[in-house]
């Protein structure tokens, strides 16, 4: 399957796309990732990556689909993948639909997680982020860790990623509602749409999502 997530920032994207690439044994691929691991690598395109994501903003579509389309290329991605965070805006999407029309293959989903805005700013501003593994998520006050700083999962430095304050979240939805909501209307045009809401334990919404993309590929 090749599926697209889409959902304000805080909606639990990166934590969903990891239980749902692992359940759906297809690649995770998550263009934020992509760019954090150039920038501790501390690669041109990472430099170049750092001073927009800092601002809360996006990072230049040649650079972004660039880089995509080289992920996209990798052998693990033939069978099947779910982007996060990719597309953004509608450039990236027309860029993506004709990277797939060239292999002669398609989306078969757009998951759209639903999250009340006043929700995503406690979320995101509480947020801390294992170091070793961003799918690692925790927060000061709904999921705290069990020692402070470390992650449960794999004793990684946990640390709030600079992009999580508060004032370049709200920058953040600012540009989801203008950039990357207009890809959910385009999606809808092709049917590829599967909206949820995304509240509720971790779990719950994985399985909210198995059944929805279940329902779609029916
Ligand atoms: P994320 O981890 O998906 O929340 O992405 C973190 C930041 O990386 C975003 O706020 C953007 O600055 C940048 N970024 C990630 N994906 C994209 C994309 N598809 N287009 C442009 N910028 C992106």
Do not use: W
């Not at 639990?12 to 692992?22: F, R, S």
């Not at 004793?155 to 207009?182: A, F, I, M, N």
Request: contains cysteine; negative net charge.
């Amino acid at each position: 399957m090749r599926i697209v997530l889409v959902g304000p920032p805080g909606a639990g994207k990166g934590t969903q796309a990891a239980y749902l690439a692992e359940n759906l044994s297809i690649p995770h691929i998550s263009t934020g990732d992509l760019f954090r691991a150039n920038i501790s690598q501390g690669t041109p395109l990472g430099r170049q990556a750092k001073e927009f994501m800092d601002a809360g903003e996006l990072v230049p579509d040649e650079v972004t689909i660039g880089m995509a389309k080289d992920r996209l290329e990798q052998p693990d991605a033939g069978n099947g993948c779910l982007l996060d965070g990719f597309p953004r805006n509608l450039t990236q999407a027309k860029a993506l639909d004709q990277i797939l029309e060239e292999k002669g293959i398609g989306l078969d989903a757009v998951l759209d997680l639903e999250v009340p805005e006043e929700e995503v700013v406690k979320r995101i501003a509480g947020r801390r982020t294992c170091r070793n593994n961003s799918a690692h998520t925790f927060h000061v006050e709904y999921k705290p860790p069990k020692a402070e700083g470390v992650c449960d999962e794999c004793g990684g430095e946990l640390y709030q990623r600079e992009d999580d304050s508060e004032e370049t979240v709200r920058k953040r939805l600012e540009v989801y509602h203008e950039q990357t909501e207009p890809i959910i209307d385009y999606y809808k045009t092709q049917g590829l749409v599967v909206t949820i809401p995304a509240l509720g334990k971790v779990a719950e919404v994985t399985q909210r999502a198995m059944e929805a993309l279940r329902q779609q590929a029916a």
